[in-house]
Nanobody, 119 residues
Framework: QVQVVESGGGLVQPGGSLRLSCAAS????????MAWYRQAPGKQRELVAQ???????NYPDSVKGRFTISRDNTKRTVYLQMNSLKPEDTAVYYC?????????????WGQGTQVTVSS
């Protein structure tokens, strides 16, 4: 079994910062791309940041320059540093990983962590 668990969400004022963590554990042979998504009430889930096995990264324009994704392969953990947060960043943030569990490459999702940006 493979698990992906997020942590680090919370309430922050506009202009503030938060750092999210996502740890993968269990029967893991290899990890390819990992990503953060978010879903605000009444909206579709959207990509926030991706990091590939090559350490190349990808961000949508809405967070570029404010968010930074990184990974620690030894800890099987990916981080999302969020700076200059805005109220429109309020959402549930989900971690996703493309993981080889010994039988196949599969997409694994965490349960999500709430980020609320409000004064």
């Amino acid at each position: 079994q493979v698990q992906v668990v997020e942590s680090g969400g919370g309430l922050v004022q506009p202009g503030g910062s938060l750092r999210l963590s996502c740890a993968a554990s269990g029967r893991i042979f290899s990890i390819d791309v990992m990503a953060w998504y978010r879903q605000a009430p009444g909206k579709q889930r959207e990509l926030v940041a991706q990091i590939f096995a090559s350490d190349n990264t990808n961000y949508p324009d809405s967070v570029k320059g404010r968010f930074t994704i990184s990974r620690d392969n030894t800890k099987r953990t990916v981080y999302l540093q969020m700076n200059s947060l805005k109220p429109e960043d309020t959402a549930v943030y989900y971690c996703n990983g493309l993981i080889y569990d010994g039988s196949a490459w599969k997409n694994y999702w965490g349960q999500g962590t709430q980020v609320t940006v409000s004064s």
